[in-house]
């Protein structure tokens, strides 16, 4: 159970273009969904918190017209990276709180998006 | 906010000992410390976590300690086999409305056949 599935798991594309990355629960509803970003040998940095229905909150120093965030239903929450430019590539993961669970539970993960612009 | 530090960053242990890391966070209100083992490409994946109202919890090879008074927990991986090798983080949730995890810088845990 907790099945979070990420998609695309891999993209490239030219400097520019924006790029869609969607995260879903696929066996449970999500209310809060994380979308983290993480660089080659680095820790993952938590980016925004995606709530249903509500507007997402966004971590000091992270664009939040760069990087658009759609939380629309219980199952599915979206990371639009407009005009993305070399300095985006990274790998984007994004995980999972189940609805209605008490504090203190374990985030379930996608298996990430790798985001190359050229 | 919160702050967490992971030492050391490198770690090469020879095959069937034990390998030990550790990690300081600094909000004292964090409650749930969970540890995760990454392999290259690869998600996050939880091998153990736990909560501030317990000191040590153990799962066969893996064992974490946490001290609440010094601000400080740790992974204790013992018996260690090649497929161990991997990046290891912890991470530290203050919970109660404030569910976002913050991580450690990762170790590189390196099991020496």
């Known amino acids: 159970g907790a099945v979070v599935s990420q998609h695309p798991s891999w993209v490239i594309c030219k400097s520019g273009t924006s790029v869609k990355i969607e995260c879903r629960s696929l066996d449970f509803q999500a209310t809060t969904m994380f979308w983290y970003r993480q660089f080659p040998k680095q820790s993952l940095m938590l980016m925004a918190t995606s709530n249903e229905g509500s507007k ?3 971590e000091q120093g992270v664009e939040k017209d760069k990087f658009l965030i759609n939380h629309a239903s219980l199952t599915l929450s979206t990371l ?8 985006d590539s ?10 209605g669970q008490y504090s203190n539970q374990p985030q379930h993960f996608g298996d990430g998006t790798r985001l190359s612009i050229l | 906010g ?8 490198t770690l090469s242990v020879q095959e069937g000992d034990s390998a030990v890391i550790k990690c300081t966070y600094s909000d004292s209100a964090s409650n749930y410390f969970p540890w995760y083992k990454q392999e290259l490409g690869k998600r ?27 601000k400080h927990f740790s992974l204790h ?3 260690t086999q090649p497929e161990d090798s991997a ?3 912890c991470a530290a949730e203050t919970g109660f409305g404030n569910e976002k995890l913050t991580f450690g810088t990762g170790t590189r845990l390196t099991i020496i056949p």
């Open chain 1, 56 to 58: 997402a909150t966004y």
């Open chain 1, 80 to 87: 639009t990276v407009t005009s993305a430019h070399p300095e």
């Open chain 1, 90 to 99: 990274s790998f984007y993961i994004c995980s999972a709180l189940t609805a």
């Open chain 2, 2 to 9: 919160e702050n967490v530090e992971q030492h050391p960053s």
């Open chain 2, 44 to 70: 996050p994946q939880l091998i153990i976590d736990i909560r501030s109202n317990v000191g040590e919890k153990k799962d066969q090879r893996i064992a974490v300690t946490l001290n609440k008074t010094a």
């Open chain 2, 77 to 79: 991986i013992t018996e």
């Open chain 2, 87 to 89: 990046v290891y983080f």
